[in-house]
């Protein structure tokens, strides 16, 4: 009888327990691991997407991080409570999809994607390292992490 009911238990858990699936194409995530750049248009205060903006990034466990300043407009739009974004990967009319954003105040991610930035765009980072680096110890600089929406 015991036994019975640990076997049922047991089926019971991994029944209700979910299995990460990604959210994203196939086609999608394959451009994420290659693609240099992400293109990320933020909501307006009428709904509307604003113009996207091209911007490096670091495809990580499903989400797109990217490193930016705190007065741009997508952290302004996070903050105001519209975190919806559309991101197309590669090119402005590339491949794209919805996701939400939301700051991530986390040291070991910011050396991450400074890490990340640093052999993805080699030439470039020479001439911004500084400015992340003084941006993320100072608060001038921030993490967003944009994870694709689920519908």
Known sequence: MFQAIAVVATLTALLVVPTPVSVLSADIEKQ????EYVYIA???KDGTLGEPAEIWFHYHDGAV????????WRVKRIKWGRPQAKIWVGKRDGLSFGATGELVEDEAMEALLMKRFAAKYPKGWEKYADN??????GGGH???RYTPATS
Not at 32 to 35: D, G, P
Not at 67 to 72: D, F, N, R
Not at 132 to 137: I, L, N, T, Y
């Open 32 to 35: 994420l691991t290659s693609a």
């Open 42 to 44: 933020s909501t307006r």
């Open 65 to 72: 991080y990217v490193g930016t300043q705190t007065t741009s």
């Open 132 to 137: 992340f680096r003084k941006g993320f110890a």
């Open 142 to 144: 921030v993490v967003v």
